[in-house]
């Protein structure tokens, strides 16, 4: 390897570090800031459109949870990067009934189950693959036509049903908000999943678990801690420069 290919490695991996500390140090902030502790909160590395060798490179800095928003990606990644030690693999897109069987092997956490059929379409394959899928319910509480998510109404049924499913776990609830560029302005989407999600606690069967919240991306991870978020996905903050 030439000492330019070794030097831009260096440099590519510090870069990372640098940035995975600056995201981590917002996060402790933020914690700090509503009295939280910082390792109640799951830092999931968005890796859509990031390559194999800048993956292994973010797992060197601890970032074992990554997320993946389409299938065939993801499995690609998995498998030009399965050396490199123990990853917890998150998928965060929306996710097609066809491709649950994919799903249910690749992926150690679902973060959007947004239908009934789609839920028993996993329980089936997950049944069929002898193994037990952690998932969430996503919910569109911004009520956009363009994200997808069940209505906010409709997050206590398909929650139940969820509960009911034998080979499913129920984690939580996760959320997208608008994209803004004063992230005080999705304060009260990340607030209004919270509030439903505490409701759905004390009135749904769910002995499973105790349900967390996957909400905040690049732009407003900061308020989703200081609102309850306990997964974050982050892209941009730790990959683009």
Known sequence: MSCVRVAFIFMGTAGLRERVAAVRSRIAQACQRCGRDPSTVTLVAVTKGVGAAMIRQAVACG????????????RRKQQEIAMVGE?????IGHLQRNKAKDAVAMFDVIHSVDTHALAEEIERQAAKQGRSVEVLVQVNISGEANKFGCAPDEAAGLAEAVCRLPHLRLAGLMTIAPFAEDPESVRPIFRQLRQ???????????????????????????????EGADYLRVGTALFET
């Open 63 to 74: 970032l074992t949870n990554l997320g993946e928003n389409r299938v065939q990606e993801a």
């Open 87 to 91: 990853v917890r693999w998150h998928m």
């Open 196 to 226: 439903l999600r505490d409701a759905l606690q004390s009135a749904i069967d769910n002995r499973q678990s105790t349900m967390q919240l996957s909400m905040g991306m690049s732009q407003d991870f900061e308020v989703a801690v200081e």
